[in-house]
């Protein structure tokens, strides 16, 4: 993410709700891509919509 802290629009399946969600989020000093110990991709970002950071598996897409 090379925008910091500018609002993107995120769409993802969440396993939560059993559907593909999508939210208002923002990436900042503590948001992070990285793997699980079973090399999962994960990307990590900061709600606006629920105001608390939320973590997107295997695939997503963000659009500005």
Known sequence: MKEKNKPFKIT????KHGKHITRTGT????????????????????????????TATITWKVRY
Do not use: I, M, N, Q
Request: glycine share 6%; charged share 40%.
């Open 27 to 54: 990436h900042d000093e503590k948001c992070k891509f990285w793997k699980s110990k079973k090399g999962v991709p994960l990307y990590t970002y900061f709600d606006l919509d629920e105001w608390g950071y939320r």
């Open 12 to 15: 993802y399946f969440a396993k």
